[in-house]
């Protein structure tokens, strides 16, 4: 699993450094047979201005020829921001996969009924 890590606006610290590979971890063990790419992205959009405005985008594309899920998540901690989007991307891969699994199914059941 790759993670790539940008902040923007502001310098990463090692607390939110360690915070976002603690949840990337956490989404590695949950998907064990995918090895996702992931970028995080952490956006201050109004600086010293206060108010939730803290945002993290996240792109995972999970394993060859998937496409990239895209979900990000707004609040004025950091810390919550990052554990919602991944929230986000969790359900959002958990989806995909069922839908490709459905898919599978219903092209082998095709096969079958056609022999």
Do not use: W
């Not at 502001?10 to 996702?36: C, G, I, Y």
């Not at 990239?68 to 969790?90: E, K, M, P, Q, W």
């Amino acid at each position: 699993m790759r993670v790539d890590i940008q902040a923007r606006g502001f310098s990463l610290s090692e607390a939110l450094l360690t915070a976002v590979e603690e949840r990337a971890h956490h989404f590695r063990l949950a998907f064990p047979d995918l090895k996702p790419h992931i970028q995080v992205r952490l956006y201050d959009v109004n600086g010293d201005r206060g108010g939730p405005d803290k945002t993290c985008e996240l792109h995972a594309r999970l394993g060859f020829g998937s496409r990239t899920i895209v979900t990000s998540d707004v609040d004025a901690d950091l810390y919550n921001a990052i554990a919602g989007a991944f929230v986000r991307l969790d359900r959002a891969a958990r989806h995909q996969l069922r839908r490709r699994y459905r898919r599978r199914r219903d092209t082998l059941r095709l096969i079958t009924e056609t022999h």
